[in-house]
């Protein structure tokens, strides 16, 4: 089913109007500067971004190949870079519910600026999306609901919610002719999964994860690893959206007690809270701008 997505792309990826010295303009849109609203500036390096990351991200990722595989030792499931949706029943639910949730998106998250660049959001992101043509409307962050988007996503919230192990659950807003580059996972305790709300048909737009070159389509799920190196391409004119889900990867001892450890130390590191505070601080700037 082809969805007309024009009217979205504009109010989603318009000028923001700001004159010289990053002023507003007299005939632009206001649009809410996190940088401002939570008083974190964006690092100008990798080197910087590296320093926002939990501790035991910084220095464990040098240990992140030891503990990887031991995790993966310990899988119920493959450890393939793109895996099998059979083998997770509950994405029957995703494709079911595909166009409840399209529209919700369109509805909710393609509005205005309710959809704040993944970069403004999350520390962790901000070396990969600068350009704010990567744009994120989160539902859960950690295990963190996200109460007001909830609230406005409710069929959407309600599958999301019978997912096993749900970590982190967002609409993945990417714009045309945007290329994220090569980055990877922190942690093989988690999978992630996209379900295809909006495919522009006009070009290309794929993903490569380790040396397989896959392709989204609307009402499908692909659900992959991405600890394996991945990157993206939007080369269309239209805005690509999934809903995007990390769940914790199906294991037995003694890579779950592994994982669980890793996952609830960044659950409570301010890194993860920073993020949280980020998405309230959005949500309370755009609902001052009437979007």
Same mark, same amino acid.
């Given at each position: 089913?082809?969805?007309?997505?024009?009217?979205?792309?504009?109010? =989603?990826?318009?000028?923001?109007?700001?004159?010289?010295?990053?002023?507003?303009g007299?005939?632009?849109?206001?649009?809410?500067?996190?940088?401002?609203?939570?008083?974190?500036?964006?690092?100008?390096?990798? =080197?910087?971004?590296?320093?926002?990351?939990?501790?035991? +991200?910084?220095?464990?990722? $040098?240990?992140?190949?030891?503990?990887?595989?031991l +995790?993966?030792s310990?899988?119920?499931?493959?450890?393939?870079?793109?895996?099998?949706?059979?083998?997770?029943a509950?994405?029957?639910?995703?494709?079911?519910?595909?166009?409840?949730?399209?529209?919700?998106?369109?509805?909710?998250?393609? *509005?205005?600026?309710?959809?704040?660049? =993944?970069?403004?959001?999350?520390?962790?992101?901000?070396?990969?999306?600068?350009?704010?043509?990567?744009?994120?409307?989160?539902?859960?962050?950690?295990?963190?609901?996200?109460?007001?988007?909830?609230?406005?996503?409710?069929?959407t919230?309600?599958? %999301?919610?019978?997912?096993?192990?749900?970590?982190?659950?967002?609409?993945?807003?990417?714009?045309?002719?945007?290329?994220?580059?090569?980055h990877?996972? @922190?942690?093989?305790?988690? +999978?992630?999964?996209h379900?295809?709300?909006?495919?522009?048909?006009?070009?290309?737009?794929?993903?490569?994860?380790?040396? *397989?070159?896959?392709r989204?389509?609307?009402?499908?799920?692909l659900?992959?690893?991405?600890?394996?190196? $991945?990157?993206?391409?939007?080369?269309?004119?239209?805005?690509? @959206?999934?809903? =995007?889900?990390?769940?914790?990867?199906?294991?037995?001892?003694?890579?779950?007690?592994?994982?669980?450890?890793?996952?609830?130390?960044?659950?409570?590191?301010?890194?993860?809270?920073?993020?949280?505070?980020? +998405? $309230?601080?959005?949500?309370?700037?755009?609902?001052?701008?009437? %979007?």
């Open positions: 089913m082809a969805v007309e997505t024009k009217p979205a792309t504009r109010d =989603l990826w318009r000028n923001s109007g700001k004159g010289p010295e990053g002023q507003p007299s005939h632009g849109t206001r649009v809410p500067d996190l940088t401002v609203i939570s008083g974190v500036p964006a690092p100008d390096s990798k =080197l910087e971004a590296d320093r926002n990351r939990p501790f035991i +991200i910084r220095f464990g990722k $040098h240990f992140r190949g030891f503990f990887d595989r +995790i993966a310990s899988s119920i499931v493959s450890n393939d870079p793109v895996l099998d949706v059979r083998d997770f509950w994405t029957a639910v995703l494709r079911e519910n595909w166009q409840a949730i399209r529209d919700e998106a369109i509805a909710v998250a393609l *509005r205005g600026e309710a959809s704040p660049s =993944l970069a403004a959001i999350s520390p962790d992101h901000r070396a990969i999306a600068r350009m704010n043509m990567w744009r994120s409307f989160f539902l859960w962050g950690y295990s963190f609901p996200i109460e007001d988007n909830l609230a406005q996503c409710p069929k919230a309600e599958v %999301v919610a019978k997912i096993p192990g749900l970590n982190s659950a967002f609409f993945s807003i990417l714009a045309p002719g945007t290329h994220i580059p090569d990877r996972g @922190v942690t093989k305790g988690l +999978i992630t999964c379900l295809g709300l909006i495919v522009p048909r006009d070009g290309d737009v794929r993903m490569r994860v380790d040396d *397989r070159i896959v989204w389509a609307e009402g499908e799920t659900v992959f690893d991405d600890t394996y190196s $991945h990157e993206v391409w939007n080369e269309t004119s239209g805005t690509r @959206v999934v809903l =995007l889900i990390q769940f914790e990867r199906p294991l037995r001892q003694p890579g779950k007690w592994i994982a669980d450890t890793f996952l609830k130390v960044v659950r409570r590191s301010a890194f993860v809270q920073e993020a949280r505070d980020n +998405i $309230h601080s959005w949500n309370e700037a755009v609902k001052q701008l009437d %979007v």
